[in-house]
Nanobody
Framework: QVQLVESGGGLVQPGGSLRLSCAAS????????MGWYRQAPGKQRELVAS???????NYADSVKGRFTISRDNAKNTVYLQMNSLKPEETAVYYC????????????WGQGTQVTVSS
């Protein structure tokens, strides 16, 4: 059974920081491409950051220089360090794990709420 369990969300003031974690089980974590997405009320889910199984990273333009995605294969965990948070970044943040090819998969976590407000 595959599980992606996010943690670290919460309420933070504008300009503050949070670190999200996503612990994976039921997959070969080191072989998975991992990503963080977010969905604000009334909006589509969007990619925030991703990291390949080889460690290459990709970021949405809006978060470059402020967010950092990383992974610890020994702990089966991917992280998202978020600095200088803005109110418009209030959303549910989702962890994603996927591989490609004939036996590829695409799994989602349950999401963690991030609220940026004073």
């Amino acid at each position: 059974q595959v599980q992606l369990v996010e943690s670290g969300g919460g309420l933070v003031q504008p300009g503050g920081s949070l670190r999200l974690s996503c612990a994976a089980s039921g997959i070969i974590f080191s072989a998975a491409n991992m990503g963080w997405y977010r969905q604000a009320p009334g909006k589509q889910r969007e990619l925030v950051a991703s990291i390949t199984r080889g460690g290459s990273t990709n970021y949405a333009d809006s978060v470059k220089g402020r967010f950092t995605i990383s992974r610890d294969n020994a702990k089966n965990t991917v992280y998202l360090q978020m600095n200088s948070l803005k109110p418009e970044e209030t959303a549910v943040y989702y962890c994603n794990a996927r591989t490609y090819g004939t036996y590829g998969y695409n799994y989602w976590g349950q999401g963690t709420q991030v609220t940026v407000s004073s």
